[in-house]
Each structure stands twice: as C-alpha cells, then as structure tokens.
Nanobody
C-alpha cells in the first residue's frame, strides 16, 4: 500500500524553526513532483511548496517564500520542509502530497502533522 507519513510538527514560538519530514512507502516517488500543503481551522487548504523529481526546481507562494525550503532525498524516498522565522499565521496542519505525473492532480495525501506557532 502506498503511503505518505509526515513527522516533525510541534509547538514553537514565533521566530523559531521546524523541519518536517515526509517518508513515502510502497513505491518510489523519486521521479515525481512532491509538495506540501497546509490547512488551518476554518480556512481553505493552501499550497506551500513543491519540488521536482531532481530537486532542481522549487515553487513557493509569497506567504512562505524566503522562509520555507523544500528538499528531497530520493535515496531515502523522503521529502522535507524546513520552516524558518515561523509566524502565528503559519499555524496549520501540514500535509505531504504526491502529484500524479499523468494527470498533474495532487492525488495522494498523508495524514498531516500539526504545526502550532505561538506569539
């Protein structure tokens, strides 16, 4: 069974850092685009970052650009999200997601990991 498992969330003060990890199992995702999304209570799901299979190209929205960095280790079938200078508005549940290479749909989601930033 193909699964994505996030870890690394927690409670941090504003200005602090966290590094999320996403371990894929069941098959290799080394040739596919991977990403992170987040969702806060009462808010719509928000795209956070994506990375190409080689790691050579990344995309971020303005809300996290310059503070978050997505990376991957294909040998470990793992994707990371380094989050620096965290703000209270970054509080959300963060999800690792796989993009289907044939449909470009973000179709496979992990269970998510909670990030809470206190002011």
């Amino acid at each position: 069974q193909v699964q994505l498992a996030e870890s690394g969330g927690g409670l941090v003060q504003a200005g602090g850092s966290l590094k999320l990890s996403c371990a894929a199992s069941g098959r290799t995702f080394s040739t596919d685009v991977m990403g992170w999304f987040r969702q806060a209570p009462g808010k719509e799901r928000e795209f956070v970052a994506q990375i190409t299979s080689s790691g050579g190209a990344t995309v971020y929205p303005n809300s996290v650009k310059g503070r978050f960095t997505i990376s991957r280790d294909n040998a470990k079938n793992t994707v990371y999200l380094q989050m620096n200078n965290l703000k209270p508005e970054d509080t959300a549940r963060y999800y690792c997601v796989h993009r289907n290479p044939e449909t470009s749909i973000w179709g496979l989601w992990g269970q998510g990991t909670q990030v809470t930033v206190s002011s």
